[in-house]
């Protein structure tokens, strides 16, 4: 452990990454205190201080009712993160069993589960996501739901190719020939020796998917009015672009803090847990 | 660089200015300019502002609207005359369409009986006429069902087809004038207008071209090419002018875009106001049925910040304070000083009247995705009902999707936001698609309102023989609309183009010129190119 900490933090763009998320993470968690404006989230409208450019308060500008922008994406950063832990939290254990079950058990088991995860695959994520979209109501739930069902497939298949050879290790055998139960073997013996390459690609998703989520809301299929989503502000500042610049580039900014900085802990993750 | 080369280049500079000044007598000018999708190019199925300005420009009318004034003018006819029950009108004999046929009575009857067949866009204007019969050649006459004042100004919206033309491209369909040449004229002009197609996609542009022989007046700088443009991005539009690539935008366009551009150099075309932005409730669906839940949404509507967030300029704003159904300047209209505002002790009372319980409500507020500002007004609206306790969401809703959804009162959202114009000037057309119940629903009536009294009045402003009568009926009215709430007048509407400065459009910037009737200010022939 004291050797993982010393090799993130002996390597600069570790050490930005962590800030860069810690950062993200602590504006989300605070954000009512930090926030100049915590009322500005809602349905709240102030046409004396509307469109204006950044100054003293507002320091990203107002957005074209009057709502302070800086506040907002500290709100929007909320909502991204719990995005990304509730896709996470759902779509990995459904991936990796999937995995592992494929790998470990093979043959007609195997065949139907990846064929399964095969379609998914097989389909543009995002294209994916916007069919479900387009059936359900555009809210944050089903949002969510809608990038979960496209995140798992990717987790089958990273799992189920470690997992088939895994299942030829010495320590595999030996646990079969002493006789442990099938769910033993795949939980207790396979699974830890995939956690490193889990734990680096879900690092690296958590980025992924705040941008697939701002492509939904971009597309004006995710959270909604008067909700902040970072997706949504930069769509719905576009218009004013190149005048009303504050509405576009600060929510882009952000959006780019949050991936960039969980996609360097991601690869420093790689590099410490040698997980490829 | 020595003296030989420099020689060189100077003569080439000479030569290529002397080129360039020749070009420039002979160049082409091109108008473009962008509206919202869909282009509709058949005139009988025509019915928002970018079909108008096809419609206005390809095809010709009866009568125009009087520039500068009140009353129409001669166009297509050359004089016409009545008894209250019929029209006569005295067609003019050197009018020739773009096709080279000679224009008749005929090409008249031929394009009443189209439009009243295929039944859509604005047909519903010429419901009370009993027949049109073709004298002579050069005389028809139109004999109304029953006295119906606005009958000439509805004249504007019957452009006049080639008989001819049409009858010789017919497509597929069942009967004898299978399907009314709908497939031809949805690609294709046959009018006697100023402009021919030239391409149309309706989703992409329409081109368009002067016409050699153009039977009124045209102006010798009137562009010889036109491309309307459909569907382009507020930020697009602004960049193309800032660059010179575009020369009138849509209407459309955000205040702090247009403030933009102005301050930049560009020009703003304005088209006073024969409508009004209306957010339209549907009267069908819970809890807006209940009429003490539509005055509570009502009343809790902040007016005088709806009518700040439109000002353009310090002098010029997209309208002006509504005083309520009707738009100042029309029959029955309230006085100018009798604005609506906000007041939110009458929305609570009316609240706690309502049979619903607010605390249950959630309601669905959708915007034009075509149109920025609307959100905005989603945002205001969503911010007064939250004072009022009542939860709502808010929907983008693209145009084509909009208008289709409406068509049934159970997929129309709660409130719609909407521009609408008197189609011919006259507030029957105002009114009576959006309000009287035999209409089908369309996007102009997302109300589905059903109430006996707002017919009675509808009818009667109808038929009134007078304007007193008519006056009294219209007041009548606005009064009970103002009563029942089917509607929030938002405000009384103009609209405002921004221009570059290589066009001029009389009829767009002096009153004097302007025809009082919607899109009829883009009749590209009036307009004048710099370059």
């Given at each position: 452990m004291k050797r993982i900490i010393f090799i993130l933090l002996s390597n600069p763009l570790s050490l930005l990454g962590l800030f860069l998320v810690t950062l993200v993470i602590i504006l989300a968690i605070f954000a009512d205190f930090i926030a100049?404006?915590?009322?500005?989230?809602?349905?709240v409208v102030d046409f004396v201080n509307?469109?204006?450019?950044?100054?003293?308060?507002?320091i990203m500008g107002t957005d074209l009712?009057?709502?302070?922008i800086f506040s907002r994406i500290i709100y929007a950063y909320r909502i991204s993160l719990l995005l990304g832990v509730f896709v996470l939290s759902i779509a990995v254990p459904i991936g990796v069993t999937m995995g592992l079950i494929a790998g470990y058990m093979g043959g007609k088991t195997e065949y139907i589960l990846m064929r399964i995860t095969d379609v998914f695959l097989s389909i543009p994520p995002l294209v994916l996501a916007m069919s479900i979209m387009g059936l359900l109501e555009p809210t944050l739930i089903n949002g969510m739901l809608a990038v979960t069902v496209m995140w798992w497939p990717w987790y089958t298949r990273l799992v189920y190719n470690i997992a088939r050879s895994e299942k030829e290790e010495g320590y595999v055998l030996a646990a079969e020939i002493i006789g442990a139960s099938k769910t033993h073997i795949i939980f207790r013996e396979i699974l830890p020796n995939c956690l490193p390459a889990i734990v680096t690609k879900m690092t690296l998703d958590f980025g992924f998917v705040i941008l697939i989520a701002s492509s939904l809301s971009f597309l004006g299929l995710g959270v909604q009015p008067p909700t902040p989503d970072l997706g949504s502000m930069v769509a719905g500042g576009a218009t004013y672009l190149p005048d009303s610049w504050w509405l576009t580039v600060f929510p882009g900014l952000a959006i780019l803090v949050a991936v960039f900085g969980f996609n360097l802990v991601g690869d420093a993750l790689r590099d410490v847990l040698g997980a490829d | 660089m020595n003296k030989l080369s420099k020689l060189i280049i100077a003569g080439l500079m000479t030569a290529s200015s002397l080129t360039m000044g020749a070009l420039s007598v002979n160049a082409e000018t091109v108008l473009r300019l962008d509206e919202v999708a869909?282009?509709?190019?058949d005139p009988a199925k025509a019915s928002d502002y970018a079909d108008s300005i096809l419609m206005f420009n390809m095809y010709d009318t009866l009568i125009l609207p009087k520039q500068g004034g009140p009353g129409h003018v001669a166009h297509l006819a050359s004089s016409w005359e009545t008894d209250g029950a019929s029209y006569t009108f005295t067609l003019r004999d050197d009018v020739k369409f773009q096709s080279g046929n000679a224009f008749t009575a005929e090409d008249v009857v031929f394009s009443f009986e189209r439009t009243k067949a295929l039944g859509?866009?604005?047909?519903?204007?010429?419901?009370?006429?009993e027949s049109v019969v073709?004298?002579?050649?050069n005389t028809v006459k139109f004999t109304l069902a029953r006295a119906y004042a606005p009958f000439v100004a509805s004249l504007v919206r019957l452009p006049i087809l080639d008989k001819k033309l049409v009858m010789a491209n017919l497509g597929d369909g069942?009967?004898?004038?299978?399907?009314?040449g709908q497939a031809f004229l949805s690609g294709n002009s046959a009018g006697t207008g100023a402009y021919s197609v030239v391409s149309h996609n309706p989703q992409e542009e329409t081109v368009m071209a002067k016409s050699s022989s153009y039977f009124a007046a045209m102006n010798?700088?009137?562009?010889d090419t036109v491309r309307l443009r459909y569907g382009l991005e507020a930020a697009t539009v602004r960049t193309l002018i800032a660059q010179g690539q575009h020369d009138i935008s849509s209407q459309w366009l955000p205040p702090e875009v247009m403030k933009a551009l102005v301050n930049d150099g560009a020009q703003l075309f304005k088209e006073a106001g024969t409508g009004a932005f209306y957010f339209k409730m549907?009267?069908?669906k819970a809890p807006l049925d209940d009429v003490n839940c539509r005055l509570a949404l009502a009343n809790a509507f902040d007016y005088e910040t709806a009518v700040k967030?439109?000002?353009?300029?310090d002098d010029v704003a997209q309208g002006s304070a509504a005083t309520g159904a009707i738009p100042v300047g029309m029959f029955g209209a309230n006085p100018a000083s009798n604005t609506s505002s906000q007041n939110m002790e009458a929305a609570k009372q009316y609240l706690a009247d309502c049979k619903y319980d607010a605390a249950e409500m959630d309601i669905e507020i959708s915007w034009i995705a075509?149109?920025?500002l609307e959100e905005r007004f989603a945002l205001l609206m969503q911010s007064n009902f939250t004072q009022l306790g009542i939860a709502s969401h808010i929907k983008k809703l693209p145009w084509a999707l909009f208008a289709e959804q409406v068509s049934k009162a159970e997929n129309t959202p709660h409130i719609s936001q909407l521009f609408v114009n008197a189609v011919t000037g006259d507030p029957d057309t105002l009114l009576y698609g959006m309000?009287?119940?035999?209409?089908?629903?369309t996007w102009q009536s997302p109300e589905h309102l059903n109430d006996a009294e707002v017919d009675k009045w509808l009818e009667a402003g109808r038929a009134g023989t007078n304007d007193a009568e008519r006056e009294a009926a219209y007041s009548a009215l606005n009064k009970r609309l103002l009563a029942i709430a089917?509607?929030?007048?938002?405000f009384d509407r103009q609209s405002v183009f921004v221009a570059s400065s290589r066009v001029s459009a009389p009829a767009l910037t002096d009153p004097s010129k302007a025809?009082?009737?919607?899109?009829?200010?883009?009749?590209?022939?009036?307009m004048e190119m710099s370059e």
């Amino acid at each position: 452990m004291k050797r993982i900490i010393f090799i993130l933090l002996s390597n600069p763009l570790s050490l930005l990454g962590l800030f860069l998320v810690t950062l993200v993470i602590i504006l989300a968690i605070f954000a009512d205190f930090i926030a100049p404006f915590p009322e500005h989230r809602g349905a709240v409208v102030d046409f004396v201080n509307f469109n204006k450019a950044p100054e003293w308060p507002y320091i990203m500008g107002t957005d074209l009712v009057g709502r302070d922008i800086f506040s907002r994406i500290i709100y929007a950063y909320r909502i991204s993160l719990l995005l990304g832990v509730f896709v996470l939290s759902i779509a990995v254990p459904i991936g990796v069993t999937m995995g592992l079950i494929a790998g470990y058990m093979g043959g007609k088991t195997e065949y139907i589960l990846m064929r399964i995860t095969d379609v998914f695959l097989s389909i543009p994520p995002l294209v994916l996501a916007m069919s479900i979209m387009g059936l359900l109501e555009p809210t944050l739930i089903n949002g969510m739901l809608a990038v979960t069902v496209m995140w798992w497939p990717w987790y089958t298949r990273l799992v189920y190719n470690i997992a088939r050879s895994e299942k030829e290790e010495g320590y595999v055998l030996a646990a079969e020939i002493i006789g442990a139960s099938k769910t033993h073997i795949i939980f207790r013996e396979i699974l830890p020796n995939c956690l490193p390459a889990i734990v680096t690609k879900m690092t690296l998703d958590f980025g992924f998917v705040i941008l697939i989520a701002s492509s939904l809301s971009f597309l004006g299929l995710g959270v909604q009015p008067p909700t902040p989503d970072l997706g949504s502000m930069v769509a719905g500042g576009a218009t004013y672009l190149p005048d009303s610049w504050w509405l576009t580039v600060f929510p882009g900014l952000a959006i780019l803090v949050a991936v960039f900085g969980f996609n360097l802990v991601g690869d420093a993750l790689r590099d410490v847990l040698g997980a490829d | 660089m020595n003296k030989l080369s420099k020689l060189i280049i100077a003569g080439l500079m000479t030569a290529s200015s002397l080129t360039m000044g020749a070009l420039s007598v002979n160049a082409e000018t091109v108008l473009r300019l962008d509206e919202v999708a869909v282009g509709e190019l058949d005139p009988a199925k025509a019915s928002d502002y970018a079909d108008s300005i096809l419609m206005f420009n390809m095809y010709d009318t009866l009568i125009l609207p009087k520039q500068g004034g009140p009353g129409h003018v001669a166009h297509l006819a050359s004089s016409w005359e009545t008894d209250g029950a019929s029209y006569t009108f005295t067609l003019r004999d050197d009018v020739k369409f773009q096709s080279g046929n000679a224009f008749t009575a005929e090409d008249v009857v031929f394009s009443f009986e189209r439009t009243k067949a295929l039944g859509a866009g604005l047909s519903y204007l010429f419901g009370d006429i009993e027949s049109v019969v073709a004298i002579d050649a050069n005389t028809v006459k139109f004999t109304l069902a029953r006295a119906y004042a606005p009958f000439v100004a509805s004249l504007v919206r019957l452009p006049i087809l080639d008989k001819k033309l049409v009858m010789a491209n017919l497509g597929d369909g069942e009967g004898e004038m299978k399907d009314w040449g709908q497939a031809f004229l949805s690609g294709n002009s046959a009018g006697t207008g100023a402009y021919s197609v030239v391409s149309h996609n309706p989703q992409e542009e329409t081109v368009m071209a002067k016409s050699s022989s153009y039977f009124a007046a045209m102006n010798a700088a009137a562009p010889d090419t036109v491309r309307l443009r459909y569907g382009l991005e507020a930020a697009t539009v602004r960049t193309l002018i800032a660059q010179g690539q575009h020369d009138i935008s849509s209407q459309w366009l955000p205040p702090e875009v247009m403030k933009a551009l102005v301050n930049d150099g560009a020009q703003l075309f304005k088209e006073a106001g024969t409508g009004a932005f209306y957010f339209k409730m549907n009267t069908t669906k819970a809890p807006l049925d209940d009429v003490n839940c539509r005055l509570a949404l009502a009343n809790a509507f902040d007016y005088e910040t709806a009518v700040k967030m439109i000002a353009v300029t310090d002098d010029v704003a997209q309208g002006s304070a509504a005083t309520g159904a009707i738009p100042v300047g029309m029959f029955g209209a309230n006085p100018a000083s009798n604005t609506s505002s906000q007041n939110m002790e009458a929305a609570k009372q009316y609240l706690a009247d309502c049979k619903y319980d607010a605390a249950e409500m959630d309601i669905e507020i959708s915007w034009i995705a075509e149109v920025p500002l609307e959100e905005r007004f989603a945002l205001l609206m969503q911010s007064n009902f939250t004072q009022l306790g009542i939860a709502s969401h808010i929907k983008k809703l693209p145009w084509a999707l909009f208008a289709e959804q409406v068509s049934k009162a159970e997929n129309t959202p709660h409130i719609s936001q909407l521009f609408v114009n008197a189609v011919t000037g006259d507030p029957d057309t105002l009114l009576y698609g959006m309000y009287h119940s035999s209409v089908p629903g369309t996007w102009q009536s997302p109300e589905h309102l059903n109430d006996a009294e707002v017919d009675k009045w509808l009818e009667a402003g109808r038929a009134g023989t007078n304007d007193a009568e008519r006056e009294a009926a219209y007041s009548a009215l606005n009064k009970r609309l103002l009563a029942i709430a089917p509607t929030i007048y938002g405000f009384d509407r103009q609209s405002v183009f921004v221009a570059s400065s290589r066009v001029s459009a009389p009829a767009l910037t002096d009153p004097s010129k302007a025809f009082g009737l919607d899109g009829m200010g883009f009749s590209f022939r009036l307009m004048e190119m710099s370059e």
